[in-house]
């Protein structure tokens, strides 16, 4: 089975331009989940898609959005970036979405602002 | 509310000895609880993970980890120290409702020859 797949790998970005991820989950796996990984926060929870519906969100503000479509793929967006945006965000696809599922990650897109 | 800490954001073992990385956790519920490996340039992958079966869990490449409740700690072990387990590991931990997981703030390990 492939694994998640992420794409772009690398982006780089200007202040105040929006930017679109994308996050393909392995075969059958319904749930997708979002995470930012810094050095100093770790990893923090952005949202989590299942069936194409928002489940769960962290705290981030409004300007960081997703959507499921109906193949299970995902898509994150920034929008107004901010240098603080700088990171790599990773994209996590499980089973059914529930607490004792394994995640499997993708390898990441690494976000620069400048 | 669920949140977990891992003491030592950086710990150094030599080749062959010990590897012990320390987690607590807290949750309101039972917690489901995770440790992950990520190597340089990767994403995550699961180490292990303990959903309320046996308290010493067994995981991939000699890791073990025990579920202490009274002590609120799961922490990994592995008896020898390789150098391929220099990486970077997470402890988590997860509502068993639904998929939302809290990362600890990582412990890179360093294994010196």
């Known amino acids: 089975k492939a694994g998640v797949t992420q794409t772009p790998r690398y982006l780089i970005k200007t202040r105040g331009q929006q930017v679109t991820l994308s996050c393909s989950p392995i075969?059958?796996?319904?749930?997708v989940s979002w995470y930012q990984q810094t050095p100093g926060q770790g990893l923090q929870f952005l949202f989590e898609?299942?069936?194409?519906?928002?489940?769960n969100k962290g705290n981030f503000p409004g300007r960081f959005s997703g959507r499921q479509f109906s193949n299970s793929r995902s898509e994150m967006n920034v929008s107004t970036l901010e240098l603080g945006d700088s990171a790599l965000y990773l994209c996590a696809s499980s089973l059914g979405g529930t607490g004792t599922d394994t995640q499997y990650f993708g390898p990441g897109t690494r976000l620069t602002v400048l | 509310a669920q949140s977990v800490t891992q003491l030592g954001s950086h710990v150094s073992v030599s080749e062959g000895a010990l590897v012990l990385l320390r987690c607590n956790y807290s949750s309101s519920v039972p917690p489901y609880l995770f440790w992950y490996v990520q190597y340089p340039n990767q994403g995550l992958q699961l180490l292990l993970k303990y959903t309320s079966a046996a308290t010493l869990v067994k995981g991939i490449n000699g890791f073990e980890a025990e579920f202490k409740k009274s002590e609120t700690s799961f922490h990994l072990t592995k008896p020898s120290a390789h150098m391929s387990d220099a990486a970077e590991y997470f402890c988590?931990?997860?509502?068993?409702?639904?998929?939302?997981?809290?990362f600890g703030i990582g412990t890179k390990l360093q294994v010196i020859p």
């Open positions: 075969s059958g796996h319904r749930s």
């Open positions: 988590a931990v997860s509502d068993p409702t639904y998929q939302k997981v809290t």
């Open positions: 898609y299942f069936s194409e519906t928002q489940r």
